[in-house]
């Protein structure tokens, strides 16, 4: 079997428990990304950067800037989320205040008037939703844009470092601006809701010294960007800004920003490319030139996927596509989530995939004390046709053990280790049997999910706890409906945390340590101004 993440650490692990001195805890979660969502929340969506996102004047969520440009990424500035004109289908049914719109009192009246109307409606009749019909889902259009204005976006990526007063430091990047960005063009167009105003746009690099406190301190270099934009459509690789940090510094923060973008026009004439790009950012001193002191420059180092904070095995080494977490609502229980893990049976034991059958495992370790009490809860699903939750595999299959009893085991199992990582308690879940039971017609591939849960107490000289759940000998049953999902996974426990009260890494993946310094802190901001 092949381990994903080839790390020897066992040594680190065990040396930073002997000088770490940390108390037990009370019990807390020990699992970092146990709902298998991708963890923006906890590492930010741009590692290594803070981004602020927000509209001019109100509050709110804001979707103003994101990351795109697949090997290549830049940060997409989302001009058009100022918003487009207010029109019938967002409840301004007698079209006034344009070209932004005008959602009142007025509107209102025309909708109350026309209730009911079936089959005939206009939407100057109130007809929101191109129904023909004048109904609740009217109103709804009404109420929901009702006093609305429109406002510009605003969108501001950061990092912050540290420096050496009387240092000399250089920060430089690279803008590309669309035809019609409002940060472009000197004058939005006609069919912007804003009308025919000099643009608010302003898009800009800067660099400021900052106090141990966090003050600036000093006068920010800064560098309009409209005027080194001289053709649209094409990177710009900006002049440098170069400054000395003052007496009194302690870091310097760099900072590219796009405020007040205004949405200049429909699917006419200003209506497409309204956007901007950030890219390829550096910083660098003057004692040391060649070292850019910056994380994630680039920006290509994307969010990590919930499963890089978990070890990952695939059998074989080949075929890496047995583990995944798609966003896709047939892998994922979360309420409110769109991820889990995806068991790919399917492609073991059958002649255009795998000629054996595959193993996809998972586990992530935790500090653990002796006499501890350790709760797991988890869940499972399993399709119609999975090979796990069958005792034989149909005859009709196409794979190579049509008839044959089917080898595929899965389960969830938490075993306690010793300080050389020896397992010395184990507590297992057998998924098809547990299924089984839960299911109303006793059978495990129902196609819903249900819960597992153990308890155990750690033995005498625990030092880990190793959550697995895995699926052992994958192989092809018949179609549809092969795969097997875990999601929501929760493991509590008194544990000695190294890391934010949280999870010490698997010790043969170590991603936290790998990135924990680079990600952590950097959580995605939207703020509102």
Request: charged share 15%; glycine share 12%.
């Amino acid at each position: 079997m092949r381990n994903k993440k080839k790390y020897s650490a066992a040594g680190l692990l065990v040396a930073a428990l002997a000088c770490s001195g940390a108390p037990a805890a009370s019990a807390v979660e020990l699992l970092i990304s146990g709902n298998f969502e991708t963890p923006g929340a906890v590492v930010g969506d741009i590692p290594g950067w803070g981004l602020q996102e927000f509209l001019t004047g109100v509050g709110g969520t804001a979707n103003t800037a994101e990351l795109t440009g697949g090997t290549d990424v830049q940060l997409f500035l989302r001009a058009f989320e100022g918003g487009g004109p207010l029109g019938p289908t967002q409840g301004n049914f007698n079209s006034d205040g344009m070209p932004a719109g005008t959602v009142d009192g007025a509107d209102f009246l025309i909708w109350q008037r026309n209730f009911g109307l079936t089959g005939t409606a206009l939407p100057e009749q109130g007809d929101a939703d191109a129904d023909l019909d004048v109904d609740g889902a009217d109103l709804t259009r009404w109420k929901d844009n009702f006093g609305k204005t429109q406002n510009y976006s605003n969108a501001r990526l950061f990092q912050t470092v540290p420096a050496v007063a009387g240092e000399t430091y250089t920060f430089q990047g690279t803008s590309m601006f669309e035809d019609n960005y409002s940060g472009f063009v000197t004058t939005l167009g006609n069919e912007s809701p804003f009308g025919a105003i000099p643009s608010p746009t302003t898009t800009q690099f800067r660099m400021e010294f900052l106090n141990a406190g966090g003050a600036v301190i000093g006068t920010p270099t800064t560098l309009d960007l409209r005027t080194e934009q001289t053709f649209p459509g094409f990177p710009i690789i900006h002049s440098p800004l170069v400054a000395q940090a003052p007496a009194g510094t302690a870091n310097v923060r760099v900072v590219a920003e796009a405020l007040n973008m205004a949405w200049n026009g429909s699917t006419g004439t200003n209506g497409a490319a309204q956007s901007a790009f950030f890219n390829d950012f550096s910083l660098k001193n003057g004692s040391n030139p060649g070292t850019d002191l910056l994380t994630n420059g680039n920006l290509n180092l994307g969010p990590p996927d919930a499963l890089d904070f978990w070890n990952q095995v695939e059998t074989p080494a080949t075929r890496n596509e047995i583990l995944r977490t798609p966003i896709a609502g047939f892998s994922n229980h979360t309420p409110g989530g769109t991820r889990g893990v995806w068991l790919s049976a399917f492609f073991g034991s059958h002649p255009s995939f795998e000629p054996t059958p595959v193993d996809g495992v998972i586990s992530q370790t935790v500090t653990a004390q002796p006499g501890g009490t350790y709760t797991f809860s988890g869940w499972t699903k399993f399709e119609a046709n999975y090979s796990g939750g069958v005792d034989t595999i149909s005859a009709a299959s196409p794979g190579t053990l049509a008839g044959q009893t089917s080898p595929t085991h899965t389960e969830i199992k938490l075993e306690f280790l010793d300080i050389n990582s020896a397992v010395i308690g184990s507590s297992v879940i057998d998924a098809k049997a547990a299924r089984r039971l839960l299911s109303p017609t006793g059978n495990a591939n129902d196609n819903i999910w249900y819960q597992h849960t153990l308890q155990a107490v750690a033995p005498a000289n625990t030092v880990f706890a190793r959550l697995t759940a895995q699926m052992i000998d994958g192989v092809f049953n018949v179609d549809p409906g092969q795969s097997a999902f875990f999601d929501d996974f929760s493991l509590d426990g008194p544990g000695v945390s190294l890391v934010a009260n949280s999870v010490v890494p698997e010790p043969s993946s170590l991603i936290g340590l790998a990135t924990g310094a680079l990600m952590l802190g950097f959580v995605r901001n939207r703020q509102q101004r």
